[in-house]
């Protein structure tokens, strides 16, 4: 089954340092790695995917995630936190489960703190 | 402000109630998504629509029963619900045309309490 783990349930970081949230996946053939953002109260919103290409991915609101085949990782970054970034992250993986149709299956989520 | 509207944004229904709760998305994306979260944890796929069509049924009881009556909205149906169903339910919906590199995009959800 393909599957993606976030190992930290909470980081805790300074604003203005750099920020890592890990994820680490389990797929057969090619990854389709997605990180999304939730705030309190609100709905997932995408932040970057990996398809294919350049290990390093851009994405919104400063985000970048660095996609590593050998050590099967796909850790979200940033290099100066801010306190706004606090929210729940979820690492994801996109998988077809018939013809024409996908699902995304979801890691347990990070709980990123920015202290100020 | 998402492109994906769920309403109600809250809903409080007794056991014997019957509710739906409405998602609508104007991009022009052909598969929909309900997805049910509780607090803390992941979402949980529930059900997935591809050009109006159910694909996916995840095992979900029949007191949940979805349905898209045509490319721009789905609906969750609502009927003797328990307590343990309190969550937020989100929908969602993707360009899948594009296959496995088009995200999702999701609503705020709807934030159910079963009394």
């Known amino acids: 089954a393909q599957s993606v783990a976030q190992p930290e349930d909470q980081v805790n970081v300074a604003e203005g340092n750099p920020l890592t949230v890990k994820c680490t996946y389990s797929?057969?053939?090619?990854?389709?790695l997605f990180w999304y953002v939730q705030y309190p109260n609100r709905g997932l919103q995408f932040l970057l995917k990996?398809?294919?290409?350049?290990?390093l991915v851009k994405g919104s609101y400063g985000f970048e995630a660095e996609f590593n085949k050998s050590q099967t990782s796909f850790h979200l970054k940033k290099p100066s936190a801010l306190v706004s970034d606090s929210a729940l992250y979820f690492c994801?993986?996109?998988?077809?489960?018939?013809?024409?149709?996908?699902?995304?299956?979801f890691g347990k989520g990070t709980k990123l703190s920015v202290i100020p | 402000d998402t492109e994906v509207t769920q309403t109600p944004k809250h809903l409080v229904m007794g056991m014997t109630n019957k509710k739906s709760l409405k998602c609508e998305q104007h991009?022009?994306?052909?598969?929909m998504y309900w997805y049910k979260q509780k607090a803390k944890k992941p979402p949980e796929l529930m059900f997935v629509?591809?050009?109006?069509?159910?694909?996916i049924n995840e095992s979900v009881p029949s007191r949940f029963s979805p349905e898209c009556p045509n490319s721009s909205l789905l609906n969750l149906h609502l009927h003797a619900l328990q307590p343990e169903d309190s969550a937020l339910y989100l929908c969602?919906?993707?360009?899948?045309?594009?296959?496995?590199?088009?995200?999702?995009?999701f609503g705020n959800g709807t934030r159910l309490t079963v009394t």
């Open positions: 969602a919906s993707s360009q899948d045309l594009g296959g496995l590199g088009s995200p999702l995009h």
């Open positions: 797929v057969s053939g090619n990854p389709y």
């Open positions: 990996y398809i294919t290409g350049d290990n």
């Open positions: 994801a993986v996109k998988t077809a489960v018939g013809a024409g149709s996908y699902q995304l299956t």
């Open positions: 991009m022009g994306h052909r598969a």
């Open positions: 629509y591809s050009y109006e069509k159910l694909s």
